[in-house]
């Protein structure tokens, strides 16, 4: 006898296709009764009772829209720290900041990109390596991109406790890291922080990608991602590089084919993408 399925829920695939289409999240088999287990509990934090009415919810809610921020925050994996990928952050420094300060004409800021920041950390190494740069004198902006809004108004406050500041290394954390007179609680400096920007956008949705950026750097974001979200994430990536810019990946995360836009570049070791001098055919605001 075929099993009959009662009208109010939903099938669990459909709950995974839409959370893929809107988010380009994709779940193991064995991770699909916690994402259930997530979606009916920001269900009834919303104080509905009905899973089809929830869904349909779900579904007519326009991007960036309330309902999708609760529950992206029980799917989503925020584990970040500073300096994650130590040899990027040293071809950041040593290959890439010499290249484009002195490539940069009459004088324009440089814009470095953190997308998928998390709670920052990447966002503000990214800022202490180029302060330390004293040829290019701060005059640079770091932005810091990610669709959970609540690890974006972590980011915002730059405090961490001290597992988190241990990551920084010590030259840095005496120039760039003081105590809060909170226990166990540092924070960025300001002369950091005013270089940082932070905003909530969502990579999968092209929403609130508005500017051309020197270098992005996205480390593990793709490996959540489905192989056709990371296509577009990847190429939306490259479009909004400048003539020049690097793309920094996290190790073994990538599209299976390159966009057109970008050529491979391998520097002591670290695999990376430069976007192309010449612009091919496609449309750059």
Known sequence: ????????????????????????????????????????????????????????????????????????????NHETSFFRHPPSFDVFRSHILPELRDARRGGSRLNFWSAGCSTGQEAYSLAMVAMDDEDLRGDFTVWGGDISRQAIDIARRGRYGPRAIAGVPQAYRERFVRGTGVAAEHEIVDEVRRRVRFIAINLVAACGVNLNYDVIFCHNVLIYLSPLAVSQVVALLATRLTLGGYLLLGPGEGPSERPAALDPVTVNGVRMFRRKTQAPAEVRS
Request: glycine share 6%; charged share 25%.
């Open 1 to 76: 006898m075929a099993l009959v399925r009662h009208p109010d829920t939903v099938a669990p695939d459909a709950w995974c296709h839409l959370i893929l289409r809107r988010c380009g999240l994709t779940f193991r088999d064995t991770q699909v009764p916690n994402v259930l287990g997530y979606v009916r509990e920001q269900m009834r934090a919303s104080g509905l009772t009905s899973e089809r009415r929830y869904y349909d919810r779900l579904a007519d809610e326009p991007e960036g829209g309330p309902e999708w921020a609760a529950l992206v925050e029980h799917l989503l």
